[in-house]
């Protein structure tokens, strides 16, 4: 069977933009391309489901990079302000994969993924991308992507590295694993919010890498936790102390976080939720997959923050 023609072109941000952008690479479908009445490539159409705290930024920088931009969004509000940003908003999340060249899946947990994702496939023009920022299980991804195969089209795994703050400023990371074309295809446009957009491989390194950092990640917030404790047991306060890291060699991501938040608890309550699913998740991949992240676990189930169930 001859592979999928690829979709309309994916157009990169316009160079005027105040943040860089990744060179954009078209997946054209011959005659059939979409093309303005002064002969240039339209722009490309964008669906995307789950405009929560990390995906409104993300279809903001969309809509200002110049794409068309379907939303999916269950509260009448919330596709109200969609609206009123220039996307368009839609109630039934399969309209959000009709015409649109890729499709942009920003949703908190892998089970959400399930739930969506098969009807958004089936939806789908051949040809079309989609990818999925959902930090999940390695076999929904795969079993994704198999649906998607069959109908001739590319699911790529796309989980992030980052907050809202760095979607808004366009310095998100990305990490995007599948077919080569695909994630070439799919790198300009994610660009709009993302820099750098890092290919890790086929269908599944993406996740892998990510399972690799959050679960990193979750020891380093553990080991600031106890640090901090350790500075306030020898008389120091803690946010000069968190200040101080951040200039020294034992800086990390997670103390420059928690400095951010000004204080542990703060920083931990703020975290737990989203981390400790992470966590989950990765204790659960690496199950499958043979695994052992065993002294990195202990660090986390070890910490004095509240990080495992």
């Known amino acids: 069977m001859p592979a999928p023609t690829r979709c309309a072109a994916l157009r990169r941000p316009p160079s005027s933009l105040p943040y ?31 405009p929560g705290q990390m995906g409104m930024p993300m279809v903001e920088r969309l809509v200002t990079a110049g794409h068309s931009v379907v939303v999916h969004a269950r509260r009448e509000e919330v596709r109200e ?11 039934d999340p399969r309209e959000v994969a009709d015409g649109a060249d890729l499709v ?5 947990s892998d089970p959400q993924l399930q739930e969506v994702a098969p009807s958004l496939i089936d939806a789908a ?15 929904t991804i ?50 709009a919010y993302s820099n750098p957009v890092l290919p890790t491989g086929p269908l599944g390194s ?20 106890e640090a901090a404790a350790l500075g306030e047991s020898l008389g120091l306060e803690t946010s000069t ?44 991949v690496a199950a499958e997959l043979g695994a052992n992240p065993e002294l990195l676990l202990s660090v986390v189930d070890r910490g004095p923050l509240p990080l495992t169930s």
């Open 241 to 284: 102390l968190l200040t101080t890291l951040g200039h020294c060699s034992g800086g990390s991501a997670a103390s420059s976080y928690a400095s951010a938040a000004g204080d542990i608890a703060t920083f931990g309550a703020g975290i737990a939720h989203y981390l400790g699913k992470d966590v989950a998740v990765c204790q659960q």
């Open 142 to 191: 795969q079993e994704l992507a198999e649906r998607g195969r069959s109908r001739g089209i590319d699911v790529l795994d796309a989980p992030v590295s980052g907050t809202d703050t760095k979607i808004r400023a366009g310095e998100l990371t990305v990490m995007l694993g599948g077919d080569s074309d695909a994630v070439a295809a799919a790198t300009g446009p994610i660009s």
């Open 104 to 108: 942009l899946i920003c949703l908190f």
């Open 206 to 225: 993406a996740l892998k890498m990510k399972l690799v950092n959050n679960l990193l990640f979750a020891a380093n917030v553990q080991l600031v936790a």
């Open 20 to 50: 860089p952008t990744a060179p954009f690479v078209p997946r054209l479908l011959g005659a059939a391309a979409r093309t303005r009445n002064d002969g240039a490539p339209d722009m490309s159409t964008i669906g995307f489901v789950g």
């Open 125 to 139: 023009r051949k040809g079309s991308i989609i990818a999925s920022h959902v930090t999940g299980s390695i076999a």
């Open 81 to 91: 302000h969609l609206d009123e940003l220039g996307a368009r908003a839609v109630a």
